[in-house]
């Protein structure tokens, strides 16, 4: 166990490291390329031309992490990455292939926008090869009509839910990238969840690569953080929902317990909340649901008052304690999870309420700066008043004032 966690931890800073190094690479290559997203709308919240290839720098950090456990698997008998089983080498090579499929069409849709319906084809067929390849949904939990407690699909069946759960999640990490940092930090938080989850579930393949995914994450986090140097685009934002979506699958979602769905519904509750709920409100205004707005969860903090970081970390904390109801659902059951949710969930709705009261007031400022120049002047006027011992030594002094009448020059002389 030991040895495994230190793989973990190795695996993490290998993906956060080249992450963080080749980030601003990845910028000069956006602007090289022409990969720059311009504020030409009401939706986007930046003012200036920004980068948006960052993703490459995230699935550098991820492709190299994988290679290095790949590599240390051909000499080290205890590597968690052997894949050493047909199924586990078909699974890992369908998530590459559909991983490949996902970033090349995002990569030219920062570069020259392409239509909503041409990415999705690729979508599907990309979630079709992991699903192929044995990655998907076979059964669900059902303790009142099945004896063993599992209801198991037909095949076409689990086909088509896995290949939903898959562009669903892609999606809804792709949607709620609209503030700084947002969907980057959210992934990260998914990520390690999904880690102590696999952890505590048994799964050290996906606790490994949940390690690597949010390495990469948070190793370009601070290039993403309100202000913003760099944009992941849908390259990396893509790329976090589709490989999110396979390991919760591989690592949850197929584990044989009650709680199996909804570990991953947890952790991934919050994007997945704010697309159900922007299908929805597109539908019954009529408008198509690949049609952009400015109705998204983040865009509403924005518009209560909230400031661009004050909403991110919003965000953040509801993200994270669905993450951690999830940890303590996997370990503890279901009671102890709902305590938790209610619990913390009443703190969350009051400091989101009062959050907005926390930005300085400016009426407050001006009395301050009001009350600091009344101080000033008051220690002026006093230092005025206050006697000086050389006072004396100057009346005595000799002043030349220089006066001037007309054309005429001349120096008064006092004593």
Request: glycine share 6%.
């Amino acid at each position: 166990m030991d040895y495994f966690i230190y793989e973990c931890f190795i695996s993490f800073f290998i993906a956060f490291i080249v992450t963080f190094a080749a980030t601003p690479i990845a910028k000069k290559f956006s602007f090289k390329v022409g990969a720059v997203d311009r504020p030409k709308d009401g939706r986007r919240m930046h003012k200036k031309p920004i980068a948006r290839l960052g993703g490459i720098a995230i699935i550098a950090g991820f492709l190299m992490s994988i290679f290095f456990n790949i590599v240390t698997a051909l000499f080290d008998n205890y590597a968690v990455l052997r894949l050493d089983s047909e199924q586990s080498y078909r699974q890992f090579l369908g998530m590459l292939v559909g991983i490949f499929i996902i970033v090349i069409v995002a990569y030219f849709d920062d570069i020259n926008p392409l239509s909503a319906r041409f990415k999705l084809v690729f979508q599907i067929l990309a979630a079709f090869i992991v699903v192929y390849s044995g990655t998907r949904i076979e059964f669900v939990t059902d303790p009142f009509f099945s004896k063993t407690g599992l209801s198991y699909f037909p095949i076409y069946v689990s086909y088509i839910i896995s290949i939903l759960w898959i562009i669903g999640i892609t999606n809804a990490i792709n949607l709620i990238d609209g503030l700084d940092g947002l969907a980057v930090g959210v992934s990260s938080i998914a990520s390690l969840s999904l880690f102590f989850v696999s952890i505590l579930m048994d799964r050290p393949e996906t606790a490994v690569l949940a390690a690597i995914l949010a390495g990469s994450s948070l190793g370009f986090l601070p290039y993403n953080f309100n202000p913003a140097k760099i944009f992941m685009g849908d390259t990396g934002a893509t790329f976090l929902g589709f490989t999110l979506s396979v390991i919760s699958i591989q690592g949850t979602i197929k584990y044989y317990t009650a709680i199996a769905i909804t570990v991953p519904l947890l952790v991934l509750g919050l994007p997945l909340f704010d697309t159900i709920s922007t299908i929805i409100r597109r539908i019954f205004n009529g408008k198509s649901i690949m049609q952009a707005d400015r109705g998204h969860l983040h865009h509403r903090l924005i518009d209560m008052g909230l400031s661009h970081r004050q909403s991110v970390v919003v965000m953040y904390t509801v993200s994270s304690v669905l993450g951690l109801c999830a940890i303590v659902l996997a370990d503890r059951g279901a009671i102890s999870a709902i305590i938790l949710i209610i619990s913390i969930s009443i703190f969350i709705v009051g400091g989101a309420k009062y959050m907005t009261e926390i930005n300085d007031d400016p009426d407050a400022e001006d009395d301050i700066d009001g009350k600091s120049e009344i101080d000033i002047s008051k220690s002026n006027n006093d230092s005025e008043n206050k006697p000086n011992t050389n006072d004396n030594d100057k009346l005595h002094s000799s002043i030349n004032i220089p006066v001037t009448n007309g054309p005429k020059k001349f120096t008064k002389k006092f004593k």
